[in-house]
Each structure stands twice: as structure tokens, then as C-alpha cells.
T-cell receptor
Framework: AQSVTQLDSQVPVFEEAPVELRCNYS??????LFWYVQYPNQGLQLLLK??????LVKGINGFEAEFNKSQTSFHLRKPSVHISDTAEYFC?????????FGAGTTVTVRA | ETGVTQTPRHLVMGMTNKKSLKCEQH?????MYWYKQSAKKPLELMFV???????ENNSVPSRFSPECPNSSHLFLHLHTLQPEDSALYLC?????????????FGPGTRLLVL
């Protein structure tokens, strides 16, 4: 069995400030890791994914995430956010075909 | 993003109605999925189809009935739903159901059951 915990349900942040969204997972086997973003009234869009190789993964819109196997974490970061980054962010873990999601982190960017 | 489309985008139905949700993917994928997204809860996987065959039913009540006539289309037939079934229903597709395959999501159908 696998599970995902997103440690912050809401993250308010000012425009041009950095943001970090925390994600921890548990799994008895190797997994693949994903971050998705959901803008208001839209479906989920893939931000980035970790399959293997370098533990620092770069995604779209200036986001990056670091896989830490010893801490079973996959935190998402952006050095400078924009108003348009206001959205809900989901961390997900994949083993075989089953994608398990965290509960989501709502990021609200203020001017 | 028009790779996965869903219709209708919004649906209001009574508990005795029958309705269907439609999903279509234009990505040439062979696997399709239905998810339920309720407020403040993680996305719940409902059904998985791989090459038109159902490979996963995640203990979904029988009032939800999926149908996959071909690899490009997926339906979710709804019958005698309950108010707690109100949610956003998301469809996704991937090339296959394998380990590293990325799932691509549609915009969802927001369902309200009265």
C-alpha cells in the first residue's frame, strides 16, 4: 500500500516570494512521484515527475522538486511566484498503474 | 489543453434520474480512468480500463456503471445517485497502465445531486 501526505493544506504567499509545498509518501516498494496543479474550474495538469536519475527535477512554469529517498519526501519549490500560480497543488505517488494523491495544498498568491 | 475532453462540464440531477458522463481522449492512449474529487479529500480512483478491458473497480457502488466502447471513449452511467455523490468527476488517460506512464486529465464534470 502507498500513501501521500501533503503537510500544508493552505499556503498564502506574496507575489515574487518563494514558496515550498511539502509532500511525504510511504510505500513498501519503489514508486514514481508526480506533482499536478489544478487551476480554478479546470482539470489537473502535470507540473513535473520523478522517475529515476537526478533527484532534482525541473518542471513547467519555473517549478522544481527534489526527491529525497531517505526522508521519503518530494517537496515542490518555486523561487518567485506570480499571481497566476494561485491554484491547488497535488502530490501523487505511482506504483504500477495506481496513482495515489495527497489531499492537496491551496496556494494563494497576493500582490 | 484539449487532449482529454469531458462533457457535460456541469450536471445537476435528481436522485431518480439517469444520466451519463462522457470522456474522449485525442492522444492515442490505450488506458483510461475515472476519478472522483470531493471537497477536501484526495482524488479517489474509481475505474481503470486498459485496451477497453476493465482492470480495476475500486469498490465503487453499482449506481455508477462505466463503459469503454473503444480506447478513445469512456462513459460513466449514473443511476439513482445520492447527494453524497456530488463531486467533480475527472477522466484521465495514459499510453498504457504501466509503471512510469503519466496520466493526462480532462477538465472534469461537476455533478450536483439534489
Amino acid at each position: 500500500a502507498q500513501s501521500v501526505t501533503q503537510l500544508d493544506s493552505q499556503v498564502p504567499v506574496f507575489e515574487e516570494a518563494p514558496v515550498e509545498l511539502r509532500c511525504n509518501y510511504s510505500s513498501s516498494v519503489s514508486v514514481y512521484l508526480f506533482w499536478y496543479v489544478q487551476y480554478p474550474n479546470q482539470g489537473l495538469q502535470l507540473l513535473l515527475k520523478y522517475l529515476s536519475g537526478s533527484t532534482l527535477v525541473k518542471g513547467i512554469n519555473g517549478f522544481e522538486a527534489e526527491f529525497n529517498k531517505s526522508q521519503t519526501s518530494f517537496h515542490l519549490r518555486k523561487p518567485s511566484v506570480h499571481i497566476s500560480d494561485t491554484a491547488e497543488y497535488f502530490c501523487a505517488v505511482k506504483n504500477d498503474y495506481k496513482l495515489s494523491f495527497g489531499a492537496g495544498t491551496t496556494v494563494t498568491v497576493r500582490a | 489543453e484539449t487532449g482529454v475532453t469531458q462533457t457535460p462540464r456541469h450536471l445537476v440531477m435528481g436522485m431518480t434520474n439517469k444520466k451519463s458522463l462522457k470522456c474522449e481522449q485525442h492522444l492515442g492512449h490505450n488506458a483510461m480512468y475515472w476519478y472522483k474529487q470531493s471537497a477536501k479529500k484526495p482524488l479517489e480512483l474509481m475505474f481503470v480500463y486498459n485496451f477497453k478491458e476493465q482492470t480495476e473497480n475500486n469498490s465503487v457502488p453499482s449506481r455508477f456503471s462505466p463503459e469503454c466502447p473503444n480506447s478513445s471513449h469512456l462513459f460513466l452511467h449514473l443511476h439513482t445517485l445520492q447527494p453524497e455523490d456530488s463531486a467533480l468527476y475527472l477522466c484521465a488517460s495514459s499510453p498504457r497502465t504501466g509503471f512510469g506512464e503519466t496520466q493526462y486529465f480532462g477538465p472534469g464534470t461537476r455533478l450536483l445531486v439534489l
